[in-house]
């Protein structure tokens, strides 16, 4: 890999201690890259449940409006 000046190389830290990734055996490696994917999934998951989250609260609103609707469509109950 090459380092162009300027840019850092690419690196872990865990417990205050700073670790080049290229510095780390293969097994090392393949953790931090299980890392980063752990880590990408999460960040999806979290988008996905904000999409969710609004699309409940929307049906809810539309729930809310149609009783309402239905609620002023009904006849009189005078009993």
């Known amino acids: 890999m ?3 000046p300027g840019q850092e190389l690419p690196s872990v830290t865990i417990d205050g201690h700073t670790y080049l990734i290229d ?3 293969d097994k090392g490696k393949q953790l931090v890259s299980a890392m ?3 880590q990408q ?3 999806r998951l979290q988008v ?3 999409i969710t989250q609004t699309a409940l609260q929307a049906y809810g609103a539309a ?3 149609e009783v309402g ?3 002023g469509n009904a006849e009189p109950n005078f009993s």
């Open 41 to 43: 999934e999460l960040n």
């Open 63 to 65: 729930l809310k409006e």
């Open 23 to 25: 510095s780390l055996s």
């Open 2 to 4: 090459t380092n162009t």
């Open 48 to 50: 996905q449940a904000g």
């Open 69 to 71: 609707q239905a609620a």
């Open 36 to 38: 980063a994917a752990a």
